[in-house]
């Protein structure tokens, strides 16, 4: 059983009067715990495509599902209780509210769920644990740096227990080392929880370490490997 | 929790917070303390003429206010001022012969009512025999024992040319309509706050006129001082059913504009606030405007993650009130111990004070506000930073998560 299933997705933008077909019949499955890179030139679709599998925007043709459960099916308000309780999120920057302290940030996603305090503060101090930001839990995003934040979303991204986290581009803004300790970090995750990671990525390194990469190209699947 | 958050995110840029937070605090002191001074003055305005020309309670013959003539008279006088002097909420009981004459000097002359009191009640019922500033009233002192003494205000006396010692000539119409005159001494100045009655009301002895009218006795009108205001119902209607043949007016049957002007305040009070507020609720509005699109990413950040549209609301809306609601406490606090300390300390305005003479104030105001404006004003508040808060959290409504992120590349 598939966690991911896209099936002749495509995405046309008609924001200016040139369309712009950003996606083109992509169909593909991500199978349970994988660990998935989404490459590609810049413009390829990468970020479309990791934006249509999280629900934040609906293909003009095609399908997605989650799970079980068709993505067009929901409302609105359906889709942001899906995000909430199915999908982790990484963003290449912005992931986290300034004025709330890393502890807090992880937390956020946990009272949005309605868990209880208890709950909350276990799970918030083990994730803190899992990516190395325990002794730094009460300062704020401004007092951390780059790949700390990262791995503080990173944290914040599983404390849903959502079966996938999407990530676009999480380490864009890292240097060499501290990208390839967010990747460590990932792939421990995946392998300790079984979340699927999907993430998208330019850097080589980075590419490696995924035991999956499908290559995007003008808004085409152009290849799919696994190296396991 | 969403308070708590919105009240964090409200010092994310605390200069931008705390100018708005400054503007609402001085705007709002400022307009309490001009309220404040405005009801302080027709507080003393009301007050003023109480004590001077109204007293809180007249009695009087029922057509004597219209038509004015000698005979007139209030009919059983002297059982209605024993009455009075019984009555548990009258603390002063003055009656007087009242006529209407025009006194005049060798330079000019100028028409007054010219009151016939006792000396001794009419100094319980008016504030005028204590507001004597040259001489004495009315046989207070001994020697004023001269023939037909009369006390003026210094306004009149200033017009006329005259002083303490002169003679005035004042003419009446008589009981039999005859012109009639005669000759006073004046033994004394008085000054109120108001230049106007000073100088349209001469103060002689109830005997004199009586004497100059050729009437036997009686009195016009019957003028009752309260120990406290709000009694002013109660007292006329008890006097109203226990005497036939009389009228008794409070002051704000005798002075409706006064009566007007308390209400009119409160209006006024009303506009002038609603228009500070309006200028804030621009100010706020664009305060939040730019906190919405300055943060378009973070908000599209929580609408993916999984905060709902109305929860994101929510938090601006908040936002926005803990910023208005933080500055309209700040503002109550201020001008609440402001116009305390004024109250307390007055304000002296009698640079000018000749102006304000004429309207019956006097030079040192002392502010003063009803307490009900502070729970109004809080609603006044909180209304608008409703109003204020609405715009800035439809723009946060209407953002698209994919959109709003997109900004972020
Ligand atoms: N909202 C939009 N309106 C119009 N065009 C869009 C929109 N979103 C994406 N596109 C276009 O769709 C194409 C794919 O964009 P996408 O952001 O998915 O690329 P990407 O692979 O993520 O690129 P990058 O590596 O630069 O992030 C691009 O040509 C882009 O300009
Ligand atoms: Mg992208």
């Not at chain 1, 970090?185 to 079984?194: K, S, T, V």
């Not at chain 2, 548990?88 to 007054?112: H, L």
Request: charged share 20%.
């Amino acid at each position: 059983m598939s966690v991911v299933e896209t099936k002749g997705v495509s995405k046309t933008y008609h924001e200016s009067t040139v369309p712009v077909h950003a996606l083109t019949d992509v169909s593909m499955k991500l199978d349970e715990k994988e660990f998935a890179a989404l490459v590609g030139p810049s413009g390829s679709g990468k970020s479309t495509m990791l934006n249509m599998i999280g629900g934040l925007d609906a293909p003009t043709k095609g399908s997605v599902s989650v799970g079980t459960r068709d993505l067009a099916a929901l409302s609105v308000p359906q889709l942001v209780e899906f995000r909430l309780h199915n999908i982790g999120f990484v963003f290449q920057a912005f992931n986290l509210i300034p004025v709330l302290t890393a502890r807090e940030n992880v937390e956020f996603i946990m009272l949005l769920q309605k868990q209880k305090k208890r709950e909350r503060h276990e799970r918030a101090e083990e994730l803190l644990q899992a990516v190395g930001i325990a002794d730094r839990a009460d300062h704020r995003p401004s007092q951390l740096s780059g790949g700390e934040q990262q791995r503080v979303a990173v944290a914040r991204a599983l404390a849903s227990r959502p079966t996938l986290v999407l990530a676009d581009e999480p380490t864009a803004n890292l240097d060499s080392h501290a990208a390839e300790n967010l990747l460590d970090i990932m792939a421990r995750l995946n392998e300790e929880y079984g979340t699927v990671f999907l993430f998208s990525t330019h850097d080589e390194r980075v590419i490696r370490r995924a035991r999956r990469v499908i290559t995007l190209h003008d808004g085409r699947i152009a290849s799919d490997e696994r190296h396991d | 929790m969403l308070l708590e958050l919105a009240w964090k995110n409200m010092w994310r840029n605390p200069t931008r917070s705390l100018v708005i937070i400054a503007a609402t605090t001085v705007g709002l002191t400022g307009g309490v303390v001009a309220a404040a001074l405005m009801y302080g003055m027709a507080d003393q305005m009301i007050t003023s003429a109480i004590e001077t020309r109204l007293s809180h309670l007249q009695i009087h013959h029922p057509d004597f206010l219209v038509e004015h003539t000698v005979d007139l008279v209030i009919p059983q006088a002297d059982s209605i001022v024993t009455y009075a002097d019984n009555m548990p909420e009258v603390i002063g009981v003055s009656p007087r012969v009242v006529v209407r004459g025009m006194a005049s000097s060798a330079k000019t002359a100028g028409g007054i009512n010219l009151l016939g009191v006792e000396p001794s009640r009419e100094s319980t019922a008016s504030s005028v025999p204590s507001s004597i500033v040259k001489g004495g009233f009315l046989g207070t002192r001994r020697r004023d024992h001269v023939r037909d003494p009369i006390v003026i205000g210094t306004e009149l006396a200033e017009k006329l040319e005259l002083q303490t010692g002169s003679k005035l000539v004042v003419t009446f119409q008589d009981a039999g309509g005859q012109i009639t005159g005669a000759a006073f001494t004046i033994t004394g100045l008085y000054e109120t706050v108001s230049s106007r009655f000073d100088e349209t009301h001469a103060y002689v002895r109830a005997a004199t006129v009586r004497r100059l009218l050729g009437l036997s006795g009686g009195y016009h009108e019957i003028a009752l001082r309260l120990s406290d205001a709000s009694d002013v119902k109660l007292v006329e209607e008890k006097l109203q059913s226990r005497f036939r043949g009389i009228v008794a007016d409070s002051w704000k049957d005798m002075a409706p504009d006064l009566r007007y002007m308390s209400e009119m305040m409160n209006s006024m009070l009303f506009i002038f606030l609603a228009v500070i507020l309006a200028a804030l609720a621009f100010g706020i509005v664009n305060t939040m405007l730019m906190a919405v699109l300055e943060r378009t990413r973070e908000l599209g950040m929580l609408l993916a993650v999984g905060m709902h549209r109305r929860l994101v609301f929510m938090m601006i809306l908040l936002e926005t009130l803990a910023l208005s609601i933080t500055g309209g406490i700040l503002g109550m606090v201020c001008s609440g111990a402001l116009v305390a300390l004024l109250d307390n300390i007055g304000i002296d305005l009698s640079l000018f004070s000749k102006g304000l003479r004429v309207f019956g104030i006097s030079e040192v105001i002392y502010p003063s506000v009803p307490v009900e404006l502070y729970p109004m004003l809080m609603a006044l508040v909180v209304v608008t930073a409703l109003l204020s808060a609405i715009y800035p959290s439809i723009k946060a409504l209407r953002l698209r998560p994919a959109a709003a992120l997109r900004t972020a590349a």
